[in-house]
């Protein structure tokens, strides 16, 4: 079956914009992850959904939003755009949340912030 | 989630076996070890994971130790292709992850 999507793949924006991202998990996995990767923090957790409610929050300020959809395919949101926030940004589903299920990833989202 | 320790990098002859250490001599009984991979610049790729016992499926072989404050990932007969960042997770908590640093293998001709 289809694995993780995430579109678009490659996105530049300038300081001060905002962004959204899309994932789209692997049929019937219920929860969406996602995660920052920079070359200096390396992978990040940065929220968790799950049944269209946030179970879990890294540290990220709040500039950082998601939701999900009653179809589980998942948005993150980055208001007001910041150098740092160039990143790969990495979208995770598995079948369940709370216990230990694997996560599945999508092949992320480039964005570079000018 | 316990704290894993991993080698920085790691080479390996293409053919021969991959032996990959992690060291998580935190970990608490209900803990799992996973190991992912990442490519370059791609998303991790999931490989294999465990409790208590040794596993294993069409990728790699996972050994954990008896007293489960180790494990090893097993890469049978490494390829170029499995030049990559190899990351050993223990979770217990659902789908947050806590990626380390990894293990960088570099798998030569």
């Known amino acids: 079956k289809a694995g993780v999507t995430q579109t678009p793949r490659y996105l530049i924006k300038t300081r001060g914009q905002q962004v959204t991202l899309s994932c789209s998990p692997i049929?019937?996995?219920?929860?969406v992850s996602w995660y920052q990767q920079t070359p200096g923090q390396g992978l990040q957790f940065l929220f968790e959904y799950f049944s269209e409610t946030q179970r879990n929050k890294g540290n990220f300020p709040g500039r950082f939003s998601g939701r999900q959809f009653s179809n589980s395919r998942s948005e993150m949101n980055v208001s007001t755009l910041e150098l740092g926030d160039s990143a790969l940004y990495l979208c995770a589903s598995s079948r369940l949340a709370g216990v230990s299920d694997t996560q599945y990833f999508g092949p992320g989202t480039r964005l570079t912030v000018l | 989630d316990a704290k894993t320790t991993q080698p920085t990098s790691m080479d390996c002859a293409e053919g021969r076996a991959a032996n990959l250490p992690c060291n998580h001599s935190?970990?608490?009984?209900?803990?799992?070890v996973y190991w992912y991979r990442q490519i370059h610049s791609q998303g991790p790729q999931y490989i294999i994971h465990g409790l208590k016992n040794n596993e294993t499926n069409e990728m790699a072989s996972l050994i954990i130790t008896e007293d489960r404050k180790s494990s090893t990932l097993i890469l049978p007969h490494a390829t170029l292709r499995d030049t990559a960042v190899y990351y050993c997770i223990v979770n217990n908590a659902g789908n947050m992850l806590t990626f380390g640093g990894g293990t960088r293998l570099m798998v030569k001709p």
């Open positions: 935190t970990i608490s009984g209900n803990e799992y």
């Open positions: 049929s019937g996995h219920r929860s």
